[in-house]
């Protein structure tokens, strides 16, 4: 069965943009007789906004959409709310690490920052130098039993990584230009990567339809689902949703236009 999912952050009105994508899964479920899932992404929790999640579905609601499972009325893979998962994705994290697909990472804000500030003053691309690659397990336990903050990086193999877009078609990536991104943070947190591709596995999320946005993401989801031996779903990622002058709709340049909201 078709499955898909719009999963929005509760972090200020409700978009346009995303109230496109919203339709767009709406109605492939609707065409395939799918599921179409409401899921809350808020592991972001220093950009919350009180009372968006609330604008957001009555905006959605006023557009004429309705969900199959969803934080407000349930369905066989609750919670739909991330905040509501962390014990699910550390246990995922723990797995990850122990396919050898993530590597815990002690280093301090500071040497992360200091890091950046070199590879930038020398016009290198700022991604993480692998220090905490090759620790030895010996030493892992110590820093553990000694309760020192860690996070939790993907580790990206060597090689490409090609995928096959539904709307952009074949894509390949060479993986040294791919960051060992943070997939768990130090307070226990999921960062983007981890919960969604953890998420939509679990909830068995058939076709994955977003915005462009998240292409380069795209590589990096694919190597996490590859670490954990799953299977992938069907990628779709949409244009951006355009102004009158062709240019990308933006809260910058297009004031109130761009929110839901402004219509109701």
Same mark, same amino acid.
């Given at each position: 069965?078709?499955?898909?999912?719009? #999963?929005?952050?509760?972090?200020?009105?409700?978009?346009?943009?995303?109230?496109? @994508?919203?339709? !767009?899964?709406?109605?492939? #479920?609707?065409?395939?007789? =799918?599921?179409?899932?409401?899921?809350?992404?808020? @592991?972001?929790?220093?950009?919350?906004? &009180?009372?968006?999640?609330?604008?957001? /579905? &009555?905006?959605?609601?006023?557009?004429?959409?309705?969900?199959?499972?969803?934080?407000?009325?349930?369905?066989?893979?609750?919670?739909?709310?991330?905040?509501?998962?962390?014990?699910?994705?550390?246990?995922?994290?723990?797995?990850?690490?122990?396919?050898? =697909?993530? !590597?815990?990472?002690?280093?301090? $804000?500071?040497?992360?920052?200091?890091?950046?500030?070199?590879?930038? $003053?020398?016009?290198?691309? *700022?991604?993480?130098?692998?220090?905490?690659?090759?620790?030895? +397990?010996?030493?892992?336990? #110590?820093?553990?039993? $000694?309760?020192?903050?860690?996070?939790?990086? /993907?580790?990206?193999? #060597?090689?490409? *990584?090609?995928?096959?877009?539904?709307?952009?078609?074949?894509?390949?990536?060479?993986?040294?230009?791919?960051?060992?991104?943070?997939?768990?943070?130090?307070? =226990?947190? +999921? *960062?983007?990567?981890?919960?969604?591709?953890?998420?939509?596995?679990?909830?068995?999320?058939?076709?994955?339809?977003?915005?462009?946005?998240?292409?380069?993401?795209?590589?990096?989801?694919?190597?996490? !689902?590859? =670490?954990?031996?799953?299977?992938?779903?069907?990628? $779709?990622? /949409?244009?951006?949703?355009?102004? &009158?002058?062709? *240019?990308?709709?933006?809260?910058?340049?297009?004031?109130?236009?761009?929110?839901?909201?402004?219509?109701?």
């Amino acid at each position: 069965m078709v499955r898909v999912r719009f #999963a929005p952050s509760p972090t200020g009105e409700l978009h346009l943009g995303s109230a496109r @994508t919203a339709l !767009y899964n709406y109605l492939f #479920a609707k065409k395939n007789d =799918g599921k179409f899932i409401m899921r809350l992404e808020d @592991t972001d929790q220093e950009r919350l906004v &009180e009372g968006s999640l609330k604008r957001m /579905l &009555e905006g959605l609601a006023w557009l004429g959409l309705t969900w199959d499972e969803g934080p407000d009325i349930g369905g066989p893979y609750v919670p739909y709310i991330q905040s509501e998962r962390l014990p699910i994705y550390k246990k995922q994290a723990d797995e990850l690490i122990n396919r050898g =697909g993530a !590597y815990y990472c002690f280093c301090s $804000a500071q040497r992360l920052e200091v890091l950046r500030r070199v590879q930038e $003053a020398e016009k290198q691309i *700022t991604k993480y130098d692998r220090a905490c690659l090759n620790l030895k +397990p010996e030493e892992i336990k #110590a820093k553990l039993e $000694a309760k020192l903050p860690y996070i939790v990086r /993907l580790k990206i193999p #060597a090689g490409q *990584t090609i995928f096959n877009d539904l709307i952009r078609g074949q894509i390949k990536v060479d993986n040294t230009s791919l960051d060992d991104s943070v997939l768990l943070k130090s307070d =226990g947190f +999921p *960062t983007y990567h981890l919960a969604n591709v953890v998420d939509d596995h679990l909830m068995e999320i058939t076709h994955v339809i977003r915005g462009e946005e998240w292409l380069p993401s795209t590589p990096k989801h694919l190597l996490i !689902y590859q =670490g954990f031996g799953w299977s992938t779903p069907e990628f $779709a990622h /949409l244009p951006n949703v355009l102004n &009158e002058k062709k *240019t990308k709709l933006s809260k910058r340049k297009d004031g109130e236009a761009v929110w839901v909201q402004t219509y109701q």
